[in-house]
């Protein structure tokens, strides 16, 4: 049933906060969508930006003075000093012995790594072989004086404390073992005709065998090499030998004489380059 004009009107008011400004019309407002579009479009934007930088060289990193300088103010080594180059080794020997490295500090400390793998290889504990290494290595202006230290340090006293016979043999039954690992070389002072390289060792020592009283060991040293440029090669002119460092020796099983044996005989060694 209607109601009259004469009834009194009810009228309900709203919370000024819930009370519109605005006509309803039935369409939504477009700022919050034209908002929302502009975020998604610059989203978007930095996203691609983000994809076409990426792989391009630092900029720090792409000068080596720059590089450099950040390293040494952190007080960490350029990662060029510790990282392999990927250069490639040299393709000639003589007597067995990597030559011909290239004229830079690279092949200083290539020339290095091969030479010392050599000085501590077990052809040295022979007088004949021993010759001809330091013959190979050595530059010629300071030869006898090379030849002499090292026969002086390789006495019959000495050879026999590794269980050889004077002739540098092992008894019969065994295989004496003397193998170098370069694990990393730094040059500490480079001139153009001249180079002080130190190559961080570890190495394999003693006599494999069932009966052997003197069994392989590891050893760690750090063997510092001076070399002379010659015109065609590095040439090594002194040379001098410490301790360490060595790591925290692990808890690991060792092998038998035999494998130590069938090791030695089955693994090659390596060429190096820096």
Known sequence: ???????????????????????????QARPLRTLLTVIGVVTLLVLAISIANRGKPDPA???????????????????????ATGQQPVTTTANGIANGFPHSDQGAQSAAANYAVALGS?????????????????????????????????TPETIAHFGLDAQGKAPKGQTFVSRIVPVGTRTTNQADTATRVEVWCTGLYGLAGETST???????????????????????TDFTRKAGPAPVPGDQQAATAKEITDAVQQFGGFRYAR
């Open 61 to 83: 990193k792409a000068g080596s003075a720059t590089g450099s300088d950040h390293a040494s103010a952190a007080g960490e080594p350029a990662p060029a000093n510790t990282a």
């Open 1 to 27: 049933m209607p109601l009259s004009d004469d009834q009194p009107h009810t009228r309900t008011r709203l919370p000024v906060a819930e009370q519109s400004t605005h006509p309803v019309n039935g369409r």
């Open 214 to 236: 003197n069994p392989v060991s590891q050893d760690w040293y750090t063997l510092t090499l001076t070399m002379r440029w010659t015109g065609s090669d590095w040439k090594l």
């Open 122 to 154: 077990a052809d040295m504990f022979r007088t004949d072989t021993r010759h001809t290494i330091v013959t190979t290595l050595a530059d010629p202006t300071v030869l006898p004086q090379l030849q002499s230290r090292l026969d002086q340090a390789f």
